[in-house]
Nanobody
Framework: QVQLVESGGGLVQPGGSLRLSCAAS????????MRWYRQAPGKERELVAS????????NYADSVKGRFTISRDNAKNTVYLQMNSLKPDDTAVYYCNAEFRSVYWGRGTLVTVSS
């Protein structure tokens, strides 16, 4: 069956870094646009970053530009989100999303930025 499994979340101090991973299975990963969303407590889910099928085109929310980098490895069916210079406002549950003919979601991984 289709699975998107996020990992790499945790507690980090402001200014620190984390690398999230999302392992995909059950569908043809290379055909899907991959995205990272996040949802902070009491707020709506927002798009953080997206990457095209071959990885050549990426887009970022203004709030994370220059700090976050999305990448993918189609051979490993995995998408990554490298997060640097983390701020308390980055605290959220981060979700992996895949879209082509269908839309799939992971269950999320919690990132907490706090001193």
């Amino acid at each position: 069956q289709v699975q998107l499994v996020e990992s790499g979340g945790g507690l980090v101090q402001p200014g620190g870094s984390l690398r999230l991973s999302c392992a995909a299975s059950g569908f043809t990963f290379s055909r899907y646009v991959m995205r990272w969303y996040r949802q902070a407590p009491g707020k709506e889910r927002e798009l953080v970053a997206s990457i095209a099928t071959a990885g050549g085109s990426t887009n970022y929310a203004d709030s994370v530009k220059g700090r976050f980098t999305i990448s993918r490895d189609n051979a490993k069916n995995t998408v990554y989100l490298q997060m640097n210079s983390l701020k308390p406002d980055d605290t959220a549950v981060y979700y992996c999303n895949a879209e082509f003919r269908s839309v799939y979601w992971g269950r999320g991984t919690l990132v907490t930025v706090s001193s």
